[in-house]
């Protein structure tokens, strides 16, 4: 009796596009065994990206709404392994896992090889610090949930350490310095406001105060520098309403645990500071035998996605550098990771079968930022309309739905319903934020 060779497909990275892709081609392939799909990533559970800033602020509790890899994994038919990359051996067609240590810094697992015959890199992005003084001893991220769990941290000890205090009413303030005014920057800006109006409803109660000041330091002419201008003009319209401080053109030069200073020789006083201002795939990838990278670490791909020196190597999401048009290149988006994601489940498929591979075309369906409760701007794109500007409630429930959408890739419509539903239930008997 022949054995069938089995096909393995290794995806690393639990991201919005890795976690896609487990999911899709697990289902697919899950009553075969010539095929084993196996999704490899460091933590336990997943985020969705875009939700951080809102874990960081304290309205969005991670242990209700993580997806445990294990869990997806067993519901959906793909295997799952907890680590980190650290190497691509090409020659061997192996990847090497990066030995795993427990708190106390003893030896959890080993270094292992694990074979692949079709790879697929999605390991997302990690700020970019660019090398400014004192950036990663002083400022916060908002990578990865642990990192926003740890500013949510710092923000309640912080917030608990000045409302305890005895100073007077006026030295009562926490500063709170936002460096870069992308969209993370922005919606997380919003977000604190939000949640400082909430600390303020709580002045009754406990005849204490503490004045919250939000600031945004850009090193642009305006925020939201990638985004269309008007959306950057409705966007820093709102925020001034907001009464969050806007300071565009200032290029950060160092940060030290109590201050930002810039290079027209501003210094602006801060108990927390942000770093938001760029993006760079992980350097882990500079391990990547000799694949094609650009200065950020970014995989270059070709229109199959797959890697220019390796057609067994794929790379989607932000760790990947694929042109779009004109010279550009497709932006570290939510929907160009799903659309990546969707497109490879299928080239994939066509891979094992000796077909040829289907070429990605990125559609932009338009951008939205979220201001909290306070508003949500954007414009619309498509086949059917061309460029239609949204805010307000409409704009919101289109926000809402990319999440939902995300949760339907993942579960289908009836479990996301369910979730919803849940939540919504959920929401009527817990605290608006987190203050623990």
């Avoid at 950057?232 to 401080?245: F, H, N, R």
Wanted: include cysteine.
């Amino acid at each position: 009796m022949n054995s069938v060779k089995q096909h393995n497909i290794i995806i690393v990275g639990g991201g919005a596009a890795g976690l896609a892709l487990a999911s899709q081609l697990g289902r697919r392939f899950k009553r075969t065994k010539a095929v084993i799909v196996t999704l490899i990533d460091q933590q336990l559970t997943h985020i969705w990206k875009p939700l951080l800033h809102e874990v960081a602020a304290g309205s969005f509790d991670p242990n209700v709404n993580e997806i445990s890899f294990l869990a997806q994994a067993r519901r959906c038919g793909f295997r799952f392994r907890l680590g980190a990359l650290s190497a691509i051996d090409r020659k061997k067609k192996q990847i090497i896992l990066a030995p795993i240590f427990d708190d106390k810094e003893e030896l959890l697992s080993k270094e292992r090889h694990i074979s692949y015959d079709t790879l697929v890199i999605a390991v997302g992005s990690v700020s970019n610090d660019f090398g400014v003084p004192g950036v990663s001893d002083h400022c916060l991220y908002l990578d990865t949930t642990q990192q926003a769990e740890n500013f949510h941290k710092r923000l309640v000890q912080t917030y608990t350490q000045i409302f305890s205090s005895d100073n007077s009413i006026e030295e009562r303030k926490l500063d709170i310095a936002i460096i870069g005014a992308g969209a993370t920057g922005v919606e997380l800006a919003a977000q604190l406001r939000q949640i400082a109006d909430l600390l303020d409803s709580y002045m009754d109660i406990s005849e204490q105060s503490v004045s919250i000041s939000v600031r945004i330091i850009e090193g642009a002419d305006r925020i939201l520098p990638a985004l269309p201008e008007y959306l950057s003009s409705a966007t820093t319209k709102q925020l001034k309403k907001l009464e969050i401080e806007i300071y565009t053109g200032e290029t950060v030069t160092e940060v030290t645990p109590d201050t930002v200073h810039t290079k027209s020789g501003k210094q602006f006083p801060s108990n927390i500071s942000v770093w938001a201002a760029g993006i760079k795939a992980p350097d882990l990838l500079q391990n990547s035998d000799g694949l094609e990278q650009n200065r950020i670490n970014q995989l270059s791909v070709t229109s199959t996605l797959q890697t220019t020196l390796d057609e067994n190597i794929f790379a989607i999401g932000d760790c990947a550098s694929c042109e779009w048009e004109d010279g550009k290149f497709i932006p570290p988006r939510a929907q160009s990771a799903h659309q990546q994601a969707t497109l490879l489940a299928r080239s994939i498929r066509l891979k094992i079968k000796g077909e040829p591979l289907l070429e990605f075309k990125y559609r932009d369906y338009g951008s939205l930022v979220s201001l909290g409760s306070y508003s949500t701007v954007g414009n619309l794109m498509g086949n059917a309309i061309k460029n239609v500007r949204i805010e307000g409630v409409v704009a919101r429930i289109v926000y809402l739905s990319l999440y939902k959408m995300h949760q339907v890739s993942l579960f289908g419509y009836m479990r996301t319903a369910l979730f919803t539903l849940s939540n919504i239930f959920r929401r009527s008997v817990h605290p608006e934020i987190k203050l623990h």
